[in-house]
């Protein structure tokens, strides 16, 4: 297989898997289970708490849930400030890395040339990486507060379990890492691969054409002398 098609191939596949994986980062904004109530120690279940980034639910026995957005917002805890932005910052990321790579991969042909299609694709695969690694570093504090407090027999306060956004966003934020990583790796080689040669020959490009300018001066003189 020639090496360009196998580089057009691999960019395609990293970009369906940072794409999908921005899609499920995007995904655990709305859902509600980032946590829920445990029930171990509950004799009675009749309602479930559970929680995400902007709010608390409660849901009874009959299925009915209430949702209630957080009433105030400097009251918040520091990790949930953090986790918000980081998220956030997390999903512009990704949006710019995937403008990026639509612009820099080989087979929409919109960078140019080939080392200004690397330079842009590498571009794409550092905005993918670090997207991915806010979303994972947000995920990861959240769910270690949380496992912190269960943990922890002295916390006296309803306790609560890992819900189902974390291992969401951890997958999406595991397919970002990767594939941002394999772009800059294969965009960032050939981009040194591709601006090598240049500046290799240029100089012997000198050369040559001062030698050629030499043996013409010196076939005029010499045509000069017989005349």
């Avoid at 499920?24 to 309602?47: A, D, F, H, R």
Wanted: glycine share 10%; proline share 2%; aromatic share 12%.
């Amino acid at each position: 297989m020639h090496y360009r098609t196998l580089m057009m191939y691999t960019e395609i596949g990293c970009f369906v898997a940072c794409v999908c994986g921005w899609i499920l980062v995007c995904s655990t904004m709305p859902i509600n289970y980032w946590t829920y109530s445990e029930v171990e120690s509950l004799v009675l279940t009749s309602g479930h708490y559970f929680s995400n980034l902007w709010k608390d639910c409660l849901t009874d026995s009959t299925g009915v849930s209430d949702c209630k957005e957080f009433p105030t917002l400097l009251a918040l805890q520091t990790y949930i400030h953090l986790c918000r932005s980081l998220v956030i910052i997390s999903i512009i990321l990704g949006f710019f890395g995937s403008i990026l790579a639509l612009v820099g991969m080989k087979c929409t042909k919109l960078g140019g040339s080939e080392i200004m299609n690397a330079r842009v694709t590498f571009a794409a695969g550092m905005n993918y990486l670090l997207s991915g690694l806010c979303g994972m570093f947000a995920y990861s504090w959240y769910a270690h507060k949380v496992i912190s407090e269960f943990m922890d027999p002295n916390y006296k306060a309803k306790k609560f379990e890992l819900g189902s956004a974390l291992f969401v966003g951890w997958g999406g934020s595991a397919l970002l890492v990767v594939g941002g990583f394999v772009y800059s790796v294969t965009a960032g080689k050939e981009g040194l691969q591709s601006s090598e040669p240049e500046d290799i020959h240029k100089p012997e490009d000198q050369q040559t054409s001062q030698r050629v300018s030499r043996r013409g001066r010196l076939r005029l003189m010499g045509s000069l002398h017989i005349i």
